[in-house]
C-alpha cells in the first residue's frame, strides 16, 4: 500500500505527468528518490517540491484514498498484481487507476477494444454489439469507452453474452459520463465487469481528458477494432494510439460514400486489417472458435432476405413494407446479409441480392 500511495502522492501533483513518473522510477526505488525530491527538480516542478517537502502531497493522497475507499472504489498502483499487464508496458502507463468492479489477472492476451462513432448508424451499433457479444462467448474480455454509439453498443453485446467487460472513462469515477449510460456501468459491474478512470476524484469530462482515455483503451488491449469512424474521429485517435503501442489495428470496411466510414476505410488503406465480423477478428488474432452447425434463421429474418430482388434495386423503405417488419430489425438484418455478402448496397442506399 505504501508504494501505491508514493504513486497516487505523484499522480496528484500538478505538473507532474506520467512521462515524469516513468522516468522517476527508472531512478531508483520511488520512495527513495521521493525522499530525495530536491535531486529530480529536472522532473519535478517547484510547487511539487514544496508539496513533498511539507508532506501536504502524502497527506492528499492519503485523503484522496480514504474518499475512494469509502465510495466502493479502489486505487490500483503500477506495481499492482491486478494493474492490466499490457497497459503497464506502453511508454506511459497512468502511475494509478482508480477501479470500480474487478480486474482479472492474467496476460491480456484477450482483451479486444471496440470502438467506433457516437453517432454511429443503426448497421454500425448493430454490427458492433453483435461483435462484441460473440468475441466475449468465445472468452474474449471487451474494452471500450461508455460513450454513446459504438462503446455503448459493444459493451452491451459482451453483458448480452454474459462476459465480462471493461470501460474507460474520460472522467473520474464519481463523476460518471454519459450519465444517460448509469445504468450500463451499473450492470458491467454487477456482472463481474468493471469502470476504470486515471482521473483524480471529482474530475469533470472535458475535451483534453479523452486522448487520454483513449491511449488507456488502445494500451490495455491486445487489438483494437474499429467499428465506424468519419475521416476526423475519436476512434482514429485510439487507433493511433494502439499502433503507438505495437498493437493489431483492425477495421470494419464501409461503402465509400458513407461518411462513417471514411475513416475506417483509410485506416484500412494505411494498414488496419479488414474484418467483416467477430470471426475474421478471432481468426487474425488466434482465438479459438467453437465449430457450429449453422441455424435457420428466424421467419423474420428470412422476411428481409425473401423480401429483396436480383434484377430490382429496392430502398429501405421497400424492403420495410414487403417485408413487413419494423425498421430497426430491417437494418440490422440488412447489414448481417451485406457482411455476409448475401446482398449488395447500391449507391442511393439501394440493395439488391447478390
Not at 123 to 140: I, K
Not at 286 to 310: F, H, I, N, T, Y
Request: charged share 25%.
Amino acid at each position: 500500500m505504501d508504494a501505491t500511495i508514493d504513486l497516487l502522492a505523484l499522480a496528484l501533483l500538478p505538473g507532474v505527468g506520467p512521462r515524469a513518473v516513468r522516468a522517476l522510477r527508472q531512478r531508483g526505488a520511488l520512495r527513495d528518490v521521493l525522499a530525495a525530491a530536491p535531486e529530480h527538480a529536472d522532473l519535478l516542478p517547484a510547487s511539487a517540491l514544496e508539496r513533498l517537502a511539507s508532506g501536504r502531497a502524502r497527506a492528499a493522497a492519503e485523503e484522496e484514498l480514504g474518499l475512494a475507499t469509502r465510495q466502493g472504489f479502489h486505487v490500483l498502483g503500477l506495481d499492482d498484481a491486478t494493474y492490466p499487464a499490457l497497459l503497464r508496458e506502453i511508454y506511459d502507463p497512468p502511475p494509478v487507476l482508480y477501479v470500480r468492479g474487478a480486474l482479472p489477472v492474467d496476460d491480456g492476451s484477450r482483451d479486444v477494444a471496440v470502438v467506433g462513432s457516437r453517432a454511429a448508424s443503426p448497421q454500425g451499433l448493430s454490427l458492433a454489439r453483435a461483435m462484441a457479444r460473440d468475441l466475449s462467448s468465445w472468452g474474449a474480455c471487451i474494452v471500450s469507452g461508455l460513450a454513446r454509439g459504438v462503446d455503448s453498443a459493444a459493451h452491451q453485446g459482451a453483458l448480452d453474452a454474459g462476459g465480462r467487460t471493461v470501460a474507460v472513462l474520460g472522467s473520474a469515477l464519481d463523476r460518471l459520463y454519459p450519465r444517460e449510460n448509469e445504468r450500463l456501468a451499473a450492470s458491467l459491474v454487477e456482472r463481474g465487469g468493471a469502470l476504470v478512470s486515471e482521473f483524480p476524484l471529482r474530475t469533470p469530462p472535458s475535451p483534453g481528458n479523452f486522448p487520454r482515455r483513449n491511449r488507456v483503451i488502445a494500451g490495455w488491449s491486445r487489438a483494437l477494432v474499429v467499428v465506424e469512424a468519419a475521416q476526423r474521429s475519436g476512434a482514429l485517435v485510439t487507433a493511433r494510439e494502439a499502433l503507438e503501442a505495437g498493437r493489431e489495428v483492425l477495421a470494419v470496411p464501409g461503402h465509400p460514400s458513407f461518411p462513417l466510414a471514411a475513416g475506417t476505410n483509410a485506416l484500412i488503406r494505411d494498414g488496419a486489417r479488414l474484418v467483416r465480423d467477430a470471426r475474421d477478428v478471432a481468426e487474425e488474432l488466434g482465438l479459438a472458435v467453437p465449430v457450429s452447425e449453422p441455424q435457420a434463421k428466424s421467419d423474420k429474418e428470412d422476411a428481409v432476405l425473401r423480401a429483396l430482388r436480383r434484377e430490382a434495386p429496392q430502398s429501405v423503405e421497400e424492403i420495410q413494407a414487403r417485408s413487413g417488419q419494423p425498421l430497426h430489425a430491417v437494418l440490422a438484418r440488412l447489414a448481417e446479409l451485406e457482411l455476409h455478402e448475401q446482398i449488395r448496397r447500391l449507391p442511393g442506399a439501394l440493395y439488391v441480392r447478390s
